[in-house]
């Protein structure tokens, strides 16, 4: 009877043992399947870092874009006199100028200094221009003597539907990367009254 239970405990032992054994082993499967599930999702995380980063650009690009937009929709405004001046003009396209200050005008001096905002020359690092969108155009288009369309376009950094504006077409490559907003000033007849 003493050598049964003597067996019955070492067959016991070494079932255990055994066991043991396997049980390590899907100890091991279970943190390299944990391990697997860990590293897709840093590299989730990672993808998702990069799209808030360049959603972020994009978001500041337009906010560069609506505020140039008002700044020269507030000049045509203030210059009602010679609104017309300022139609038909690309301004992305305008060679770079020492001095707006020495222009005759009033409409081409702010022309010339919406030109030198669009390339971004309020913010230099390091002798670059680095104010505003990428490739920024300007454009002023005359719907009559009286009502005017103010757009900016500029280059995106991810694809996405093509706008309406005519601003800035065909100067991106691809269309889907043009970016533009557009407003329509209306100059009132001050002495029509």
Known sequence: ????????????????????RRQGGFALIEILVSLL????GVVALA????????MELESNQRAQALVLLQDMSERIVANRAQAASYAGVDLGLLPATQSCASLPTLAEQDVCDWSERLRGATVVRSSRNVGAMI???GCVTALSPSQYVVSIAWQAEMPSSTPASACGRGA??????????????QIADLEAA
């Not at 599930?37 to 897709?40: D, K, L, N, R």
């Not at 993808?47 to 360049?54: E, F, V």
Request: hydrophobic share 45%.
């Open 1 to 20: 009877m003493r050598h049964r239970s003597e067996l019955a405990r070492r067959t016991h032992s070494a079932n255990r043992a055994a066991a043991d």
């Open 37 to 40: 599930v860990a590293a897709f």
């Open 47 to 54: 993808g998702l870092q990069t799209r808030a980063a360049a």
């Open 135 to 137: 490739g920024a155009r």
């Open 172 to 185: 991106f490559g691809s269309e889907t990367l043009r970016r533009a907003v557009s407003t329509v000033i």
